[in-house]
């Protein structure tokens, strides 16, 4: 799943860049909607993929709506870390070890840990584990 998205990120990130190319706007114009844009960009496909992968989990967190949106805004900047550099790589901006890091499951898990119970641990690294298996 993880090569799926960082395709199809990169695919949408190029059509994009391509199109605002043909244009009379002034670079430093177009600098700026391009980050803009990408902040937009990476805040909608950090939210999607959360709620692909963690959707349910997110829900059953419902009765607790205040430690609910600490773990989403942990989880959501987690996975705009992994668009931004998804991106900066294929710009030779940043190193795939780079990205590999913040991609890897762990990295996540430990951001989340002061935050969740050993059940709710438990839950996510076997849902994480089904995905690995179903890879």
Do not use: H, W
Not at 3 to 13: D, E, P, R, Y
Not at 42 to 66: C, D, H, I, W, Y
Not at 108 to 123: G, I, N
Request: charge should be neutral; aromatic fraction near 6%.
């Amino acid at each position: 799943m993880t090569k799926k998205f960082l395709i199809t990120f990169c695919v949408l990130c190029g059509a994009s860049y391509g199109y605002s190319q043909d244009s009379n706007v002034p670079d430093s114009v177009r600098a700026m909607i391009e980050r803009s844009q990408a902040d937009t960009q990476f805040e909608q496909t950090a939210r999607v993929q959360m709620n692909v992968q963690f959707g349910e989990f997110l829900k059953s967190m419902a009765a607790e709506p205040g430690r609910r949106a600490q773990v989403e805004a942990v989880m959501l900047e987690v996975l705009r870390q992994r668009a931004e550099l998804s991106l900066k790589v294929t710009r030779s901006q940043a190193s795939t070890s780079e990205l590999k890091i913040v991609s890897d499951y762990g990295y996540l898990r430990q951001r989340l840990a002061p935050l969740l119970t050993a059940a709710e641990l438990t839950t996510i690294d076997a849902r994480e584990a089904d995905q690995a298996m179903s890879s």
